[in-house]
C-alpha cells in the first residue's frame, strides 16, 4: 500500500533555529497537505500544496510540492515555544473516489527556551 | 472556516456499554466525513470514510457492526462504539473533507472505558 516516509521522526532545537521536515513517498500524489498536532487536540491544516513545484507559505511556515510528485517539504523560520507540537504530512491522490488521505508517521517537534 | 466539531470531547463508560460521539461541520457541508482513531505518539489511523446518505466504507480490520457509523446529513456524522471493552479506550477524530480533498478535523473525543 501507499505509505510516506517523514523524517526526522522528531527533533529537538533552541528557540529561534529554523526547523525542516520532509516527506518522500513511492507514489505519485497530487495533493500535499500539512498538519500540525497539539497534545489531545486533533490535526490543524497548515499548508495545502495542489500543483507540483507549489511553493506556498503561511507566516514563518513555507512548504513545497515536489517537482517528481513524490515529495514535500515544511520549514519553519525562527521557532518559537508555540510550534511544538507534532508535525503530520499527508498525501492525497486527488481524483474522484479515492477520499483517502495517506499520512506520514510525524515529527514531533520540541524546542528548548 | 472549515470548522470541525466533536461532542463529547472525553467520555468514560463502564465496559459493555455503549458510547455515540458526534461530529459536525459548523460553517460548510460536508459530503464525506472521515473517522480516526489514534494510539498515543502514533499516526493516524483511518477507520472508516462516511458519506452522506450511505452506508460508511469500513478500512480493513475495523469491526463495522462495533463502530457504527450514521452520516444523516451534510453537516453531521455519528460513531457508535458498541458494547465497549478497555480496549477501545482511544482517541478518536473526525474530519471533513473541503473543497479540494484537505480534511479538516475536529478536536477529537477521548474515549475510556472502564
Known amino acids: 500500500g501507499q505509505q510516506l516516509n517523514q523524517s526526522p521522526q522528531s527533533m529537538f532545537i533552541q528557540e529561534g533555529e529554523d526547523v525542516s521536515m520532509n516527506c518522500t513517498s513511492s507514489?505519485?500524489?497530487?495533493?500535499w497537505l500539512w498538519y500540525k498536532q497539539d497534545p489531545g487536540e486533533g490535526p490543524v491544516l497548515l499548508i495545502a500544496?495542489?500543483?507540483?513545484?507549489e511553493l506556498t507559505s503561511n507566516g514563518r511556515l513555507t512548504a513545497q510540492f515536489g517537482i517528481t510528485r513524490k515529495d514535500s517539504f515544511l520549514n519553519i523560520s525562527a521557532s518559537i515555544p508555540s510550534d511544538v507540537g507534532i508535525y503530520f504530512c499527508a498525501g492525497h491522490l486527488g481524483i474522484q473516489g479515492a477520499q483517502k488521505l495517506v499520512f506520514g508517521q510525524g515529527t514531533r517537534l520540541t524546542i528548548n527556551p | 472556516g472549515a470548522v470541525v466539531s466533536q461532542h463529547p470531547s472525553w467520555v468514560i463508560c463502564k465496559s459493555g456499554t455503549s458510547v455515540k460521539i458526534e461530529c459536525r461541520s459548523l460553517d460548510f457541508q460536508a459530503t464525506t466525513m472521515f473517522w480516526y482513531r489514534q494510539f498515543p505518539k502514533q499516526s493516524l489511523m483511518l477507520m472508516a470514510t462516511s458519506n452522506e446518505g450511505s452506508k460508511a466504507t469500513y478500512e480493513q480490520g475495523v469491526e463495522k457492526d462495533k463502530f457504527l457509523i450514521n452520516h444523516a446529513s451534510l453537516t453531521l456524522s455519528t460513531l457508535t462504539v458498541t458494547s465497549a471493552h478497555p480496549e477501545d479506550s482511544s482517541f478518536y477524530i473526525c474530519?471533513?473533507?473541503?473543497?479540494?480533498?484537505?480534511?479538516?478535523f475536529g478536536p477529537g473525543t477521548r474515549l475510556t472505558v472502564t
Open positions: 500544496l495542489y500543483k507540483a513545484g
Open positions: 474530519s471533513a473533507t473541503g473543497t479540494y480533498y484537505e480534511q479538516y
Open positions: 507514489s505519485i500524489f497530487n495533493t
